[in-house]
């Protein structure tokens, strides 16, 4: 893994993880007052919910989403749709701070012309995890993927093109940001069973936001 310094904040550190995938740390840190007020907006209007897959199993994190399109489970499939699939309202737009971070940090990993019109935002309880999968219900794969981490510590899995490829584990803390694209744009990923803790703002839970391009 390469390691290598922001030009002027020590805490940020930018790690190469394989061809096409990155993790920013602590990149959302210095706009985490805007994202935490934005996220509650956000779930104030739509609140996290659970999903069930095609097959009818509950996931076990709870969702929501904002933007143009938010990613929806059900007995039809896995899909993005411009309305919630329970309530049929449109899902709330997305938060200036959430365009913000995800373009910058898709920039930071060389990423250009990132234009996501989705924000995911997966709530994980402590034993939340998501089993690993690729992100394929999005129409152009030349766009990046941004995950967004806060509250409690997890374990992101990346993998390879076939499920059954080895996996890095990867820790991650409160403000890490990962970002996945080109070559690794359809790598298995997921995130194992969140450990039991607390913390100091988020408490006893895990928030994740992931950005992507689904229209
Ligand atoms: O929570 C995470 O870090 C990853 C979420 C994820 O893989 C997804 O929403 O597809």
């Known amino acids: 893994m390469n390691l290598d310094l922001f030009a002027d904040n020590k805490t940020q550190t930018r790690e190469k993880i394989c061809e096409g995938a990155m993790l920013l740390h602590g990149f959302a840190l210095p706009q985490e007052s805007e994202l935490l007020r934005d996220i509650n907006t956000v779930i104030l209007i ?16 709870t969702t929501t989403s904002c933007g143009d399109a938010g990613w929806v489970s059900d007995a039809r499939g896995y899909r993005y749709s411009k309305r919630d699939a329970q309530s049929q309202q449109r899902w709330p737009a997305m938060p200036k701070s959430f365009f913000t971070l995800a373009t910058q940090a898709a920039r930071e990993a060389g990423f250009e012309n990132f234009l996501p019109d989705s924000c995911l935002i997966n709530r994980y309880t402590v034993g939340a995890k998501m089993s690993l999968h690729q992100d394929k219900d999005e129409k152009d794969f030349s766009q990046p993927i941004v995950s967004v981490s806060l509250g409690l510590p997890a374990t992101f899995l990346l993998g390879g093109l076939a499920r059954t490829d080895k996996t890095t584990k990867i820790p991650l803390t409160h403000g890490d940001v990962i970002v996945w694209g080109a070559r690794a744009r359809l790598f298995f990923h997921g995130v194992l069973p969140i450990k039991a803790g607390s913390h ?15 229209l």
């Open 46 to 61: 739509m609140p996290p919910r659970q999903m069930f897959t095609p097959s009818g199993l509950p996931m076990s994190v």
């Open 200 to 214: 100091p703002i988020l408490g006893e839970q895990r928030i994740n936001l992931t950005f992507r391009k689904a």
